[in-house]
């Protein structure tokens, strides 16, 4: 276990570490509700470095990655990116990625436990094509801000370029002499902007940003927080909510992540029938708990005594838990029988009554909030 590049700067500021991709990684900062709501409020800045950054060149690698991935990667535009599935030939997940068109290069965005999987399963199909993969996780640092007040503290960094105007675009900077690609991504539910840093200079913009964004109200933010932003927002995370023995459409991400029309990709036949088919036998949904209890990974989902023929029977699994700093309460997310996913249908978790829930919880600019 190695510690993270940011690792004495943060401990000065009060992070409390734990193990992530390998590294010894900021959890939080002594308060995880309070940094959680910050970013609702105003911004977080996290260190997200841990994640994994493969970059594809050569003259093929747009037809490569399109005929590996579910979404359509020959629609991309230098400055775009897009999120998409890498499935097996039966179409369950290997993992989930953010991809991001550069001008002489594609950037692959990954969980880092499924980094060395991925970079595997690229290479065994290069064959003769001109591609090279290239595993840039140990050498780009990530340095993430999310909030309402974010743009104005990108804009400040890295005037005169405006941040990025859509989730997934881009733009490359080099203020100061840094380069950085600045990335749009909304994982919170809010505006944020993911930085990929050379990593000898991370700590030139981690101080820097805080510097800018002080009056804007930045501050530290660890990753427990970013689970209970991400959870909020309805966001499958790969590891936790899916993973090899799940479609990508159990997880709800047909509309995000899967182009019924780029034509032949690894897994399409598959993906292609069971949209003809019209459902799936289960599906993430949202799970609204009673009480102050958060349930744990795998916790079996059960019908109530009232469901005729159903009544006690396992329905669905949690997978991931909260307790809501912005809705103040329990919430989770889980995989339910597809006769149990209409919202506001009673079920059971440890004896609790739940309720479940459309996804996402949380909306920015939702007239409830």
């Known amino acids: 276990m190695t510690n993270s590049t940011l690792f004495e ?14 590294r010894e990684m900021a959890r939080s900062y002594g308060d995880a509700v309070t940094e959680h709501r910050a970013v ?10 841990h994640r994994g950054k493969l970059r594809l060149t050569g003259r ?6 399109h005929g590996m991935v579910t979404n359509d990667i020959k629609k991309l535009t230098p400055g775009n990116g897009l999120y998409a599935i890498f499935t097996t030939d039966k179409a369950k997940m290997l993992a989930d990625a953010r991809i991001y ?10 969980e880092s436990e499924a980094t060395g999987k991925i970079y595997k399963h690229l290479d065994k199909y290069t064959l003769a094509s ?6 840039l996780t140990e050498t780009q640092g990530l340095l993430s801000v999310y909030g309402p007040s974010s743009s104005e503290i990108i804009t400040q960094l890295i005037a005169p370029a ?8 881009t733009t490359s900077v080099a203020p100061g002499g840094v380069s950085i690609l600045v990335a749009r991504n909304e994982i919170t539910g809010e505006v944020g902007y993911d930085l990929y840093i050379p990593m000898d200079e991370l700590a030139v913009i ?8 002080g009056p804007h109200g930045l501050q530290p933010v660890g990753l427990e927080a970013l689970n209970s932003l991400r959870i909020e927002a309805g966001i499958a995370r790969y590891g936790l909510d899916m993973d090899e023995s799940n479609f990508p459409m159990e997880a709800g991400l047909e509309a995000k992540a899967i182009s019924y029309t780029k034509g032949c990709y690894i897994g399409q036949e598959t993906i292609a029938r069971a949209d003809a088919q019209g459902r799936m036998n289960k599906r993430l949904m949202g799970l609204e708990l009673a009480g102050e209890s958060v349930p744990k990974k795998g916790q079996p989902i059960q019908a109530p005594p009232e469901r005729p023929g159903a009544e006690g029977r396992v329905i669905g699994t949690v997978t991931s838990a909260v307790k809501s700093p912005t ?8 995989y339910l029988h597809h006769d149990f996913i209409k919202p506001g249908t009673e079920v059971l978790i440890d004896g609790r009554p739940a309720a479940v829930a459309a996804l996402p919880f949380y909306k920015r600019d939702s007239p409830s909030l």
């Open 9 to 22: 700067i943060q401990q000065a500021s009060g992070a409390v570490f734990g193990p992530s991709g390998g």
């Open 40 to 49: 609702r409020k105003k911004a977080g800045l996290i260190d997200q470095s």
């Open 60 to 65: 093929d690698r747009i037809d490569f990655l």
């Open 101 to 110: 068109c550069l001008p002489d290069a594609l950037w692959i965005d990954l």
């Open 130 to 135: 001109d591609v090279i993969i290239e595993n």
């Open 162 to 169: 405006p941040p990025p105007p859509k989730e997934y675009s």
């Open 206 to 213: 981690w101080n820097r940003l805080l510097q800018i964004g």
């Open 327 to 334: 809705l103040e309460k329990v919430i989770a997310m889980g």
